[in-house]
Protein backbone atom coordinates (compact mmCIF):
# COMPACT_ATOMS: atom_id res chain seq x y z
CA UNK A 1 0.00 0.00 0.00
CA UNK A 2 2.64 1.83 1.13
CA UNK A 3 4.70 1.73 -2.34
CA UNK A 4 1.16 2.23 -4.22
CA UNK A 5 0.85 5.64 -2.18
CA UNK A 6 4.38 6.54 -2.95
CA UNK A 7 4.24 6.05 -6.66
CA UNK A 8 1.34 7.96 -7.13
CA UNK A 9 2.97 11.01 -5.16
CA UNK A 10 6.06 10.72 -7.58
CA UNK A 11 3.87 10.26 -10.72
CA UNK A 12 2.24 13.88 -9.21
CA UNK A 13 5.86 14.95 -8.71
CA UNK A 14 6.67 14.61 -12.53
CA UNK A 15 3.60 16.11 -13.51
CA UNK A 16 4.88 19.23 -11.24
CA UNK A 17 8.06 19.47 -11.48
CA UNK A 18 8.86 20.10 -15.10
CA UNK A 19 9.50 23.74 -14.95
CA UNK A 20 11.90 25.66 -13.25
CA UNK A 21 11.83 25.94 -9.52
CA UNK A 22 13.90 23.97 -6.89
CA UNK A 23 12.13 20.57 -7.57
CA UNK A 24 14.10 20.67 -11.04
CA UNK A 25 17.52 22.16 -9.61
CA UNK A 26 17.56 18.40 -8.14
CA UNK A 27 16.98 19.54 -4.28
CA UNK A 28 14.91 16.36 -4.20
CA UNK A 29 17.07 14.45 -2.19
CA UNK A 30 15.90 12.87 0.93
CA UNK A 31 15.96 15.49 4.03
CA UNK A 32 18.83 14.32 6.66
CA UNK A 33 17.31 14.13 10.30
CA UNK A 34 19.86 16.32 11.29
CA UNK A 35 19.37 18.61 9.43
CA UNK A 36 15.43 18.75 10.84
CA UNK A 37 16.64 18.76 14.36
CA UNK A 38 18.94 21.58 13.52
CA UNK A 39 16.44 23.78 11.58
CA UNK A 40 14.03 23.29 14.84
CA UNK A 41 16.69 24.54 17.29
CA UNK A 42 17.33 27.60 14.76
CA UNK A 43 13.71 28.50 14.54
CA UNK A 44 13.33 28.07 18.38
CA UNK A 45 16.21 30.54 18.55
CA UNK A 46 14.73 32.67 16.34
CA UNK A 47 11.34 32.84 18.67
CA UNK A 48 13.13 33.53 21.79
CA UNK A 49 15.22 36.53 20.19
CA UNK A 50 11.89 37.77 18.53
CA UNK A 51 10.37 37.19 21.95
CA UNK A 52 13.26 38.91 24.09
CA UNK A 53 12.98 41.83 21.50
CA UNK A 54 9.27 42.38 22.87
CA UNK A 55 9.75 41.89 26.24
CA UNK A 56 12.48 43.99 26.16
CA UNK A 57 11.43 47.00 24.06
CA UNK A 58 7.36 46.42 23.61
CA UNK A 59 6.13 44.76 26.76
CA UNK A 60 2.43 44.99 27.67
CA UNK A 61 1.98 46.70 24.02
CA UNK A 62 0.19 45.38 20.78
CA UNK A 63 3.17 45.13 18.77
CA UNK A 64 7.34 45.06 18.99
CA UNK A 65 8.74 47.60 16.02
CA UNK A 66 12.24 45.84 15.80
CA UNK A 67 13.92 48.82 13.44
CA UNK A 68 12.85 51.59 15.95
CA UNK A 69 12.93 49.73 19.29
CA UNK A 70 9.56 51.09 20.22
CA UNK A 71 6.08 49.85 20.43
CA UNK A 72 2.45 49.54 18.49
CA UNK A 73 -0.67 49.69 19.70
CA UNK A 74 -3.74 48.67 17.29
CA UNK A 75 -6.59 50.35 19.47
CA UNK A 76 -6.44 53.15 22.18
CA UNK A 77 -5.35 50.51 24.89
CA UNK A 78 -3.25 47.21 24.27
CA UNK A 79 -4.61 43.75 23.53
CA UNK A 80 -1.83 42.37 23.95
CA UNK A 81 -2.27 40.98 20.57
CA UNK A 82 1.70 39.68 20.56
CA UNK A 83 1.63 37.29 23.71
CA UNK A 84 -1.47 36.33 23.05
CA UNK A 85 -1.02 35.47 19.33
CA UNK A 86 2.78 33.72 20.92
CA UNK A 87 1.65 32.15 23.46
CA UNK A 88 0.47 28.65 21.62
CA UNK A 89 3.66 28.86 19.45
CA UNK A 90 5.51 28.92 22.87
CA UNK A 91 4.01 25.59 23.93
CA UNK A 92 4.34 23.61 21.15
CA UNK A 93 7.86 24.66 20.19
CA UNK A 94 8.46 23.48 23.95
CA UNK A 95 9.55 27.12 24.98
CA UNK A 96 8.44 26.85 28.47
CA UNK A 97 9.48 30.27 29.74
CA UNK A 98 8.42 31.96 27.15
CA UNK A 99 5.02 30.53 27.62
CA UNK A 100 5.37 31.65 31.30
CA UNK A 101 6.13 34.98 30.28
CA UNK A 102 3.48 35.23 28.03
CA UNK A 103 0.70 33.78 30.04
CA UNK A 104 1.79 35.81 33.21
CA UNK A 105 1.09 39.12 30.40
CA UNK A 106 -2.02 37.94 29.49
CA UNK A 107 -3.88 36.96 32.87
CA UNK A 108 -2.16 40.02 34.91
CA UNK A 109 -2.83 42.79 32.19
CA UNK A 110 -5.40 41.59 29.55
CA UNK A 111 -8.62 43.35 29.98
CA UNK A 112 -11.78 44.01 27.63
CA UNK A 113 -13.18 46.72 29.34
CA UNK A 114 -11.83 49.91 27.34
CA UNK A 115 -12.32 52.42 25.16
CA UNK A 116 -11.46 50.25 22.12
CA UNK A 117 -13.56 50.53 18.71
CA UNK A 118 -12.17 46.90 17.74
CA UNK A 119 -12.22 44.67 14.22
CA UNK A 120 -14.62 42.14 14.90
CA UNK A 121 -12.38 39.82 12.41
CA UNK A 122 -9.03 40.41 13.72
CA UNK A 123 -9.88 40.11 16.77
CA UNK A 124 -11.43 37.13 16.84
CA UNK A 125 -8.84 35.02 14.56
CA UNK A 126 -5.96 36.35 16.92
CA UNK A 127 -7.10 37.34 20.22
CA UNK A 128 -10.16 35.12 21.04
CA UNK A 129 -8.69 31.92 19.70
CA UNK A 130 -5.28 32.31 21.20
CA UNK A 131 -7.65 32.54 24.48
CA UNK A 132 -9.48 29.67 22.99
CA UNK A 133 -6.47 27.23 22.43
CA UNK A 134 -4.22 28.66 25.44
CA UNK A 135 -7.23 27.00 27.91
CA UNK A 136 -7.65 24.09 25.48
CA UNK A 137 -3.66 23.65 26.07
CA UNK A 138 -3.58 24.88 29.72
CA UNK A 139 -6.72 24.52 31.14
CA UNK A 140 -6.18 27.62 33.17
CA UNK A 141 -9.99 28.52 33.28
CA UNK A 142 -8.78 32.31 33.80
CA UNK A 143 -8.56 31.68 29.67
CA UNK A 144 -11.93 30.74 29.38
CA UNK A 145 -13.04 33.55 31.50
CA UNK A 146 -11.28 36.20 28.83
CA UNK A 147 -12.60 34.48 26.13
CA UNK A 148 -16.58 34.73 27.17
CA UNK A 149 -15.82 38.28 28.07
CA UNK A 150 -14.57 39.54 25.08
CA UNK A 151 -17.28 37.04 22.93
CA UNK A 152 -19.81 38.71 24.57
CA UNK A 153 -18.79 42.51 23.70
CA UNK A 154 -18.44 41.47 20.03
CA UNK A 155 -22.17 40.23 20.12
CA UNK A 156 -23.69 43.21 19.19
CA UNK A 157 -21.74 43.06 16.13
CA UNK A 158 -24.60 40.49 14.60
CA UNK A 159 -27.09 42.82 15.24
CA UNK A 160 -27.80 43.52 11.36
CA UNK A 161 -31.13 42.88 9.47
CA UNK A 162 -29.08 39.70 7.80
CA UNK A 163 -27.31 38.72 10.75
CA UNK A 164 -24.14 39.01 9.26
CA UNK A 165 -21.87 41.24 11.32
CA UNK A 166 -20.53 44.47 11.51
CA UNK A 167 -16.98 44.98 10.96
CA UNK A 168 -16.73 47.16 14.09
CA UNK A 169 -17.55 46.87 17.27
CA UNK A 170 -17.03 48.90 20.65
CA UNK A 171 -16.01 47.04 23.39
CA UNK A 172 -17.68 49.31 26.29
CA UNK A 173 -20.69 50.30 24.13
CA UNK A 174 -21.50 47.54 22.43
CA UNK A 175 -21.75 50.45 19.48
CA UNK A 176 -21.23 49.01 15.89
CA UNK A 177 -20.35 50.62 12.52
CA UNK A 178 -19.39 49.70 8.91
CA UNK A 179 -22.01 47.39 7.19
CA UNK A 180 -20.30 46.89 4.31
CA UNK A 181 -18.30 43.72 4.75
CA UNK A 182 -16.74 40.84 3.02
CA UNK A 183 -16.72 37.17 3.57
CA UNK A 184 -13.75 36.77 4.98
CA UNK A 185 -14.38 38.60 8.08
CA UNK A 186 -18.00 37.77 7.81
CA UNK A 187 -17.29 34.03 8.16
CA UNK A 188 -13.93 33.65 9.71
CA UNK A 189 -15.55 34.24 13.16
CA UNK A 190 -17.54 30.03 12.89
CA UNK A 191 -14.50 28.48 14.51
CA UNK A 192 -13.95 30.67 17.08
CA UNK A 193 -18.02 31.42 18.28
CA UNK A 194 -18.68 27.42 17.74
CA UNK A 195 -16.12 26.11 19.28
CA UNK A 196 -17.06 28.60 22.51
CA UNK A 197 -20.14 27.32 22.77
CA UNK A 198 -18.74 23.80 22.61
CA UNK A 199 -17.21 24.95 25.51
CA UNK A 200 -19.40 26.92 27.30
CA UNK A 201 -22.73 24.70 25.88
CA UNK A 202 -24.27 28.24 25.26
CA UNK A 203 -25.47 27.58 21.50
CA UNK A 204 -25.89 31.69 21.44
CA UNK A 205 -22.62 31.61 19.46
CA UNK A 206 -22.61 29.32 17.18
CA UNK A 207 -25.84 30.04 16.09
CA UNK A 208 -25.08 33.85 15.28
CA UNK A 209 -21.63 32.96 13.68
CA UNK A 210 -23.66 29.55 11.11
CA UNK A 211 -26.16 32.36 10.46
CA UNK A 212 -23.41 34.90 9.61
CA UNK A 213 -21.59 32.70 7.49
CA UNK A 214 -24.60 30.91 5.93
CA UNK A 215 -26.50 33.75 4.61
CA UNK A 216 -22.77 34.34 2.48
CA UNK A 217 -23.12 30.88 0.95
CA UNK A 218 -26.96 31.89 0.34
CA UNK A 219 -25.92 34.91 -1.77
CA UNK A 220 -23.69 33.24 -3.74
CA UNK A 221 -23.91 33.79 -7.33
CA UNK A 222 -24.90 30.89 -9.99
CA UNK A 223 -21.18 30.86 -10.81
CA UNK A 224 -20.42 29.07 -6.80
CA UNK A 225 -18.47 32.10 -6.66
CA UNK A 226 -18.91 34.87 -4.19
CA UNK A 227 -17.88 38.87 -4.20
CA UNK A 228 -15.38 40.61 -1.89
CA UNK A 229 -18.04 43.49 -0.42
CA UNK A 230 -21.60 42.97 0.61
CA UNK A 231 -23.87 44.94 2.11
CA UNK A 232 -24.70 43.33 5.64
CA UNK A 233 -28.15 44.86 6.30
CA UNK A 234 -29.35 44.59 2.53
CA UNK A 235 -27.61 41.78 1.60
CA UNK A 236 -26.47 43.00 -1.82
CA UNK A 237 -23.12 42.60 -3.08
CA UNK A 238 -21.13 45.91 -3.19
CA UNK A 239 -18.50 44.05 -5.54
CA UNK A 240 -18.92 41.31 -8.00
CA UNK A 241 -15.11 41.30 -7.89
CA UNK A 242 -13.96 37.37 -7.00
CA UNK A 243 -10.82 35.43 -6.39
CA UNK A 244 -9.42 33.71 -3.20
CA UNK A 245 -7.43 36.27 -1.58
CA UNK A 246 -7.85 38.95 1.10
CA UNK A 247 -11.39 39.99 1.83
CA UNK A 248 -12.56 36.56 0.86
CA UNK A 249 -9.76 33.66 1.71
CA UNK A 250 -10.64 32.44 5.11
CA UNK A 251 -14.42 32.57 4.29
CA UNK A 252 -13.56 29.24 2.21
CA UNK A 253 -11.17 27.61 4.86
CA UNK A 254 -13.10 27.85 7.67
CA UNK A 255 -16.39 26.35 5.68
CA UNK A 256 -14.02 23.32 5.19
CA UNK A 257 -12.32 23.44 8.74
CA UNK A 258 -16.14 24.08 10.51
CA UNK A 259 -16.51 20.65 8.93
CA UNK A 260 -13.56 19.15 10.56
CA UNK A 261 -14.03 20.52 13.85
CA UNK A 262 -17.79 20.25 14.38
CA UNK A 263 -18.51 17.79 12.19
CA UNK A 264 -22.05 19.80 10.48
CA UNK A 265 -22.60 18.64 6.97
CA UNK A 266 -23.73 22.04 5.99
CA UNK A 267 -20.39 23.47 5.92
CA UNK A 268 -19.22 20.65 3.77
CA UNK A 269 -21.61 21.21 0.91
CA UNK A 270 -20.78 24.70 1.24
CA UNK A 271 -17.51 24.12 0.64
CA UNK A 272 -17.30 21.75 -2.31
CA UNK A 273 -19.71 23.78 -4.09
CA UNK A 274 -17.57 26.62 -3.61
CA UNK A 275 -14.13 24.59 -4.33
CA UNK A 276 -15.56 23.42 -7.51
CA UNK A 277 -16.42 26.54 -8.73
CA UNK A 278 -12.99 28.20 -7.45
CA UNK A 279 -11.42 25.06 -9.46
CA UNK A 280 -13.62 25.66 -12.79
CA UNK A 281 -13.56 29.53 -12.96
CA UNK A 282 -10.01 30.55 -11.02
CA UNK A 283 -7.77 28.13 -11.45
CA UNK A 284 -4.95 29.48 -14.33
CA UNK A 285 -2.25 26.74 -15.25
CA UNK A 286 1.05 28.16 -16.43
CA UNK A 287 4.85 27.04 -17.33
CA UNK A 288 5.86 28.43 -13.86
CA UNK A 289 2.52 26.61 -11.88
CA UNK A 290 -1.39 27.04 -11.12
CA UNK A 291 -2.36 30.33 -10.44
CA UNK A 292 -5.25 31.69 -9.78
CA UNK A 293 -7.47 35.00 -11.32
CA UNK A 294 -9.76 36.92 -10.30
CA UNK A 295 -12.58 37.01 -12.29
CA UNK A 296 -17.12 38.81 -12.34
CA UNK A 297 -18.35 36.10 -9.71
CA UNK A 298 -21.30 36.63 -11.69
CA UNK A 299 -20.42 35.46 -15.54
CA UNK A 300 -16.69 33.87 -14.13
CA UNK A 301 -14.97 36.54 -16.74
CA UNK A 302 -11.08 37.12 -15.58
CA UNK A 303 -10.91 40.97 -14.52
CA UNK A 304 -7.42 40.35 -13.39
CA UNK A 305 -3.60 38.35 -13.09
CA UNK A 306 -2.46 39.20 -9.77
CA UNK A 307 -1.76 36.75 -7.29
CA UNK A 308 0.47 37.11 -4.35
CA UNK A 309 1.09 36.06 -0.50
CA UNK A 310 -2.11 36.01 0.62
CA UNK A 311 -3.37 33.64 -2.37
CA UNK A 312 -0.77 31.30 -1.24
CA UNK A 313 -2.69 29.64 1.46
CA UNK A 314 -5.28 27.84 -1.24
CA UNK A 315 -2.77 25.06 -2.01
CA UNK A 316 -2.79 24.23 1.62
CA UNK A 317 -6.48 24.28 2.19
CA UNK A 318 -6.72 21.90 -1.27
CA UNK A 319 -3.99 19.20 0.16
CA UNK A 320 -6.22 19.11 3.29
CA UNK A 321 -9.43 18.88 1.55
CA UNK A 322 -7.70 15.89 -0.21
CA UNK A 323 -6.95 17.23 -3.90
CA UNK A 324 -3.17 16.74 -3.84
CA UNK A 325 -2.72 17.27 -7.72
CA UNK A 326 -4.02 21.07 -7.50
CA UNK A 327 -2.20 21.11 -4.40
CA UNK A 328 1.03 20.76 -6.30
CA UNK A 329 0.55 22.55 -9.12
CA UNK A 330 -0.06 25.26 -7.45
CA UNK A 331 2.78 25.02 -5.03
CA UNK A 332 4.83 24.87 -7.19
CA UNK A 333 3.56 28.40 -8.32
CA UNK A 334 3.94 29.40 -4.42
CA UNK A 335 7.36 28.84 -4.65
CA UNK A 336 8.08 30.38 -8.05
CA UNK A 337 6.66 33.32 -6.47
CA UNK A 338 9.07 33.01 -3.22
CA UNK A 339 12.11 32.47 -5.51
CA UNK A 340 11.83 34.45 -8.26
CA UNK A 341 11.83 38.00 -6.94
CA UNK A 342 14.36 37.21 -3.86
CA UNK A 343 11.67 36.80 -1.43
CA UNK A 344 7.76 36.66 -1.25
CA UNK A 345 6.10 40.11 -2.86
CA UNK A 346 2.98 41.44 -1.36
CA UNK A 347 1.53 40.47 -5.21
CA UNK A 348 2.80 40.64 -9.03
CA UNK A 349 0.99 40.31 -11.90
CA UNK A 350 1.37 36.47 -13.45
CA UNK A 351 0.92 37.34 -16.76
CA UNK A 352 3.47 40.20 -16.76
CA UNK A 353 5.86 39.31 -13.58
CA UNK A 354 5.69 42.73 -12.60
CA UNK A 355 5.69 43.22 -9.00
CA UNK A 356 2.60 45.22 -7.66
CA UNK A 357 2.91 45.14 -4.31
CA UNK A 358 6.63 44.86 -3.15
CA UNK A 359 6.72 44.26 0.50
CA UNK A 360 6.99 41.05 2.41
CA UNK A 361 5.62 41.33 6.02
CA UNK A 362 6.42 37.65 7.30
CA UNK A 363 3.73 36.09 6.15
CA UNK A 364 2.64 32.26 6.56
CA UNK A 365 0.92 31.43 3.90
CA UNK A 366 3.53 29.83 1.70
CA UNK A 367 5.23 28.00 4.47
CA UNK A 368 1.20 27.10 5.61
CA UNK A 369 0.79 25.39 2.05
CA UNK A 370 4.26 23.63 2.42
CA UNK A 371 2.83 21.87 5.81
CA UNK A 372 -0.17 20.88 4.20
CA UNK A 373 1.58 19.25 1.48
CA UNK A 374 3.96 18.05 3.52
CA UNK A 375 2.19 16.07 6.29
CA UNK A 376 -0.40 14.88 3.21
CA UNK A 377 2.40 13.28 1.13
CA UNK A 378 5.16 12.99 3.04
CA UNK A 379 7.24 14.32 0.12
CA UNK A 380 10.58 15.91 1.00
CA UNK A 381 10.34 18.41 -1.29
CA UNK A 382 8.09 20.54 0.95
CA UNK A 383 10.86 20.32 3.26
CA UNK A 384 13.15 21.94 0.82
CA UNK A 385 11.17 24.28 0.02
CA UNK A 386 10.50 25.04 3.92
CA UNK A 387 13.66 25.24 4.22
CA UNK A 388 14.91 27.76 1.88
CA UNK A 389 11.70 30.08 3.10
CA UNK A 390 12.32 29.72 6.76
CA UNK A 391 16.06 30.67 5.52
CA UNK A 392 15.48 33.59 3.57
CA UNK A 393 13.31 35.28 6.61
CA UNK A 394 16.30 34.26 9.81
CA UNK A 395 18.79 35.75 7.09
CA UNK A 396 16.76 38.98 5.97
CA UNK A 397 14.60 39.91 8.10
CA UNK A 398 16.49 39.51 11.53
CA UNK A 399 17.38 42.58 13.21
CA UNK A 400 18.83 43.36 16.68
CA UNK A 401 15.72 43.13 18.45
CA UNK A 402 13.47 40.92 16.68
CA UNK A 403 12.38 40.40 12.64
CA UNK A 404 11.18 43.15 10.63
CA UNK A 405 9.25 43.03 7.38
CA UNK A 406 10.86 43.73 4.04
CA UNK A 407 9.42 46.66 2.35
CA UNK A 408 10.88 46.00 -1.30
CA UNK A 409 11.68 41.94 -1.68
CA UNK A 410 14.02 43.42 -4.80
CA UNK A 411 16.41 45.44 -2.18
CA UNK A 412 15.86 43.55 0.63
CA UNK A 413 15.64 46.70 2.98
CA UNK A 414 13.59 46.33 6.16
CA UNK A 415 10.51 48.55 7.79
CA UNK A 416 9.70 48.87 10.96
CA UNK A 417 7.08 46.16 12.13
CA UNK A 418 6.76 42.59 13.06
CA UNK A 419 3.45 41.83 13.35
CA UNK A 420 1.91 39.11 15.91
CA UNK A 421 0.99 36.35 13.08
CA UNK A 422 4.81 36.11 12.79
CA UNK A 423 4.33 34.20 16.32
CA UNK A 424 1.24 32.86 15.83
CA UNK A 425 2.13 31.53 12.23
CA UNK A 426 5.15 32.16 10.78
CA UNK A 427 7.35 30.34 12.89
CA UNK A 428 4.79 27.74 14.38
CA UNK A 429 4.52 26.51 10.31
CA UNK A 430 7.98 26.46 10.17
CA UNK A 431 8.81 24.85 13.46
CA UNK A 432 5.94 21.79 12.70
CA UNK A 433 7.49 21.10 8.82
CA UNK A 434 10.67 19.94 10.67
CA UNK A 435 9.74 18.69 14.24
CA UNK A 436 8.39 14.82 14.45
CA UNK A 437 4.59 14.65 13.01
CA UNK A 438 3.16 14.23 16.95
CA UNK A 439 3.82 17.90 17.57
CA UNK A 440 0.43 18.70 15.47
CA UNK A 441 -1.39 15.50 15.34
CA UNK A 442 -4.10 16.68 12.54
CA UNK A 443 -6.09 13.73 13.48
CA UNK A 444 -6.89 15.78 16.80
CA UNK A 445 -6.06 19.20 16.31
CA UNK A 446 -7.18 22.03 13.59
CA UNK A 447 -5.64 25.34 12.84
CA UNK A 448 -7.54 28.31 13.05
CA UNK A 449 -6.42 30.87 10.16
CA UNK A 450 -3.88 32.80 12.85
CA UNK A 451 -3.18 28.82 13.14
CA UNK A 452 -4.29 28.52 16.88
CA UNK A 453 -4.79 24.74 16.89
CA UNK A 454 -8.73 23.76 18.22
CA UNK A 455 -9.46 19.89 19.69
CA UNK A 456 -11.88 18.32 17.14
CA UNK A 457 -14.94 18.58 18.79
CA UNK A 458 -16.65 15.46 16.35
CA UNK A 459 -16.33 11.89 15.94
CA UNK A 460 -14.55 11.80 12.73
CA UNK A 461 -17.13 13.33 10.11
C1 LIG B 1 -3.34 36.33 9.33
O1 LIG B 1 -3.88 37.24 10.23
C2 LIG B 1 -4.33 35.27 8.93
O2 LIG B 1 -3.66 34.19 8.36
C3 LIG B 1 -5.38 35.80 7.97
O3 LIG B 1 -6.24 34.80 7.53
C4 LIG B 1 -4.70 36.43 6.78
N1 LIG B 1 -3.70 37.38 7.14
C5 LIG B 1 -2.75 37.08 8.18
C6 LIG B 1 -1.46 36.44 7.72
O4 LIG B 1 -1.01 36.78 6.50
Same mark, same amino acid.
Request: charged share 25%; with cysteine; aromatic share 14%.
Given at each position: ??? %??????? =?????????????????????????????? %?? #???????? @????????????????????????????????????????? /???????????????????????????????????????????????????????????????????? *?????????????????????????????????????????????????????????????? +??????????????? @????????????????????????????????????????? #??????????????? +????????????????????????? =???????????? #???????? @????? /???? *?????????????? #??????????????????????? @????????????????????????????????? *??????????? +????? /?????????????????????????????
Amino acid at each position: MRN %VKLVFFT =CMFCLAANTHSAFAQGKTARFPDDLKKEMC %VR #IKQAAQHA @WKGYMTYAQGADDLKPLSKTSKLWYKESMLMTPVDAYDTFV /MLGLDSEAMEAKKLILEKLNFDTDNDIQVFEVTIRILAGLITAYELDGDKKFLTLAIDLADRMMPAFN *SRTGMPYRYVHLQTGKTRDGANNPAEIGSLMMEFGKLSKLTGDEKYYRAAKKAIMEVYKRKA +KTGLVGEKIDINSGK @WLSNQSHISGYIDSYYEYLYKCWLLFGDADFKKAFDTHNAA #IKKYLVDTTDHGWFL +KQVNMQTGKQTGSSYGALDAFYAGL =CAYAGDIKTAIH #IQEANFYM @WTHFN /MEPE *SFDYKTNKVSSPYY #ILRPENLESCFYLFRKSEHSDYL @WMAKQMTDDILKHCFTEAGYASIKDVKTLEQFD *SMESFFFAETL +KYAYL /MFAPLSAADLKKIVFNTEAHPFNIESKKP
